[in-house]
């Protein structure tokens, strides 16, 4: 059958058969079970959901149950998050009570520990509580005392002698876990002792993998050395939060440390030592961010003293002029710009050897040098070809480590397994062939090594010879190096 319906009449919406679909039935019921029950319950708890107390404890238990501290027991965790944790309750509790029934501190306490806290409870608590507590520590109106192993009076923090004259009898580690043992103990104290990390580096060494140990006369010499240094620690002032602070930052070849302090009658007084030794990538730096990393160091390590107080930073070069001033700057330099600009403190620049504090990090014994023993150089010497390498001679070439190790096998006496690690690796890339010493580089290109005057002729040649010219400073240094390794 045909539909003979009009545009308009099939686009009209239908209607038809709506009309009983939409009338909303009348409610006829006048009691609900549910909602009778809910009435019920709450008229008849004062309390719901945690502002019950006995739920709260429940909850609270439940909770705490999970924390774990090494060496805290989990009644302490609970004694001491308690009131925290009643902090809104409290409030509810206190908004309920009449008007006028609390006047005094005793109502409150008495309303509040006996509606929450019966004697059921309490004896409880009172029977754990002594167990958590060293009575002996419990004196009053006393000039010193120890806090946290430390003995604080009047002149300031001192180690606490006690713990010391137990350290000081001990012998030396025999096998790794004792050296983890006595360097945990000392490291305590770490605090108190300038060049920690660089006196400990012998024994440190022998922590690393793969290193076999052998507590050499160099380590037992560092830990007679630490023993000495904890029993002569000298005494840290508490700081003085009206007064800025100075810090003192360093950096050497493989060590950055920092000395934080106060001046107290125009005398420099150390609040906190503190030092750390480079790993490979960080011994790879350049001066300057050599000394930018002490300085970075130094603010993470002192954040809690620092942040929100004002601070003078002497360093021994312009490392900071040089970081904030760099517009194009990596990764690793912007997050130590992003963390420097919490502090508020002033730059004063001023030579290492003025900035006494800190700058035995700088004056570590120089590996090269005692590099030979005094040998007379006869015909069963054997690099005859390098006899112009003279002892401690200032013409030595830069390249002389590397030139014995490859013809006669003479490694540097002195090094530590770090600096070993890099003069080996750099080692693989030169050979020997008498009387010169090559460079393999990476695109299987040989270059001879030069030093000194050789070096300065090669230049000139490169610019006023027969094939050099005028090129600019940049082609004429391209073309030194594609002639030499310098």
């Known amino acids: 059958m045909a ?16 009309e009983d679909a939409i009338v909303v039935p009348p409610i006829n019921a006048n009691n609900f079970e549910l909602k009778q029950t809910l009435i019920n319950l709450v008229q008849s708890n004062q309390f719901t959901g945690r502002q019950d107390p006995h739920n709260h404890l429940r909850f609270f238990n439940k909770v705490t149950s999970t924390f774990r501290h090494p060496e805290v027991p989990n009644t302490t965790v609970k004694l001491l998050l308690f009131p925290f944790s009643l902090e809104g309750e409290a409030r509810i509790w206190l908004d309920k009570e009449p008007p006028r029934s609390i006047l005094t501190w005793e109502d ?65 580690p025999t096998t790794v876990k004792g050296i983890h043992s006595f360097l945990g ?15 400990s580096r012998p024994m440190t060494h022998l922590l690393e993998k793969n290193s076999p140990f052998i507590f050499s006369n160099e380590c037992i010499q560092a830990f007679r050395t630490l023993k000495d240094k904890l029993t002569e620690a000298p005494i840290l002032i508490a700081p003085n939060w009206d007064q800025p602070f100075e810090l003192m930052c360093d950096a050497s070849d493989f060590d950055v440390g920092a000395v934080l302090g106060q001046r107290i009658e125009k005398h420099f007084r150390p609040i906190h030592y503190t030092s750390k030794m480079m790993n490979q990538a960080e ?16 603010f993470e390590n002192f954040c809690s003293y620092l942040i929100m107080n004002k601070s003078v930073v002497y360093t021994d070069h312009s490392a ?22 919490e502090f508020d403190f002033k730059v004063i620049d001023t030579r290492g050897a ?93 270059r001879r090594c030069v030093a000194g005057n050789e070096a300065i002729d090669i230049l000139n040649a490169c610019h006023s010879g027969p094939t050099g010219g005028h090129y600019g400073a940049s082609y004429t240094a391209k073309k030194f190096f594609d002639s030499c390794f310098y």
């Open 320 to 341: 900071l002029k040089y970081l904030f001033a760099k517009k194009d700057v990596k990764a690793r330099l912007l997050r130590w710009i992003l963390l420097l600009q």
């Open 3 to 18: 539909d003979n319906r009009t545009m308009a009449q099939m686009l009209q919406a239908p209607i038809e058969g709506y």
């Open 185 to 199: 103990h000392a490291g305590f104290y770490r605090r108190f002792i300038k060049d920690f990390s660089k006196i």
């Open 283 to 298: 011994a790879n730096y350049t001066t300057t961010k050599k000394e930018m990393l002490a300085v970075v160091y130094a």
């Open 354 to 446: 003025k900035n006494y504090a800190a700058d035995h990090f700088s004056s570590l014994e120089n590996p090269y040098e005692n590099v030979f023993d005094p040998k007379e150089i006869n015909e069963t010497f054997p690099l005859e070809s390098l006899n112009k390498v003279a002892y401690k001679d200032q013409s030595t070439p830069w390249y002389a480590d590397l030139a014995n190790y490859h013809a006669g096998n003479f490694i540097i006496k002195g090094m530590t397994s770090q600096q070993k690690k890099k003069f080996f690796k750099d080692a693989r890339h030169y050979f020997w062939d008498d009387p010169y010493l090559f460079r393999t580089w990476a695109d299987q290109l040989i």
């Open 108 to 172: 409150l306490v008495s309303k509040f520990i006996n509606q929450f806290f019966p004697p059921s409870k309490t004896t409880y608590l009172r029977v754990k509580t002594p167990s958590l507590l060293n009575w002996e520590k419990s004196h009053f109106m006393v000039k010193e005392g120890i806090v946290l192993g430390h003995k604080i009076s009047k002149k300031g923090i001192e180690v606490d002698k006690a713990k010391i004259e137990v350290i000081s009898k001990l012998p030396h």
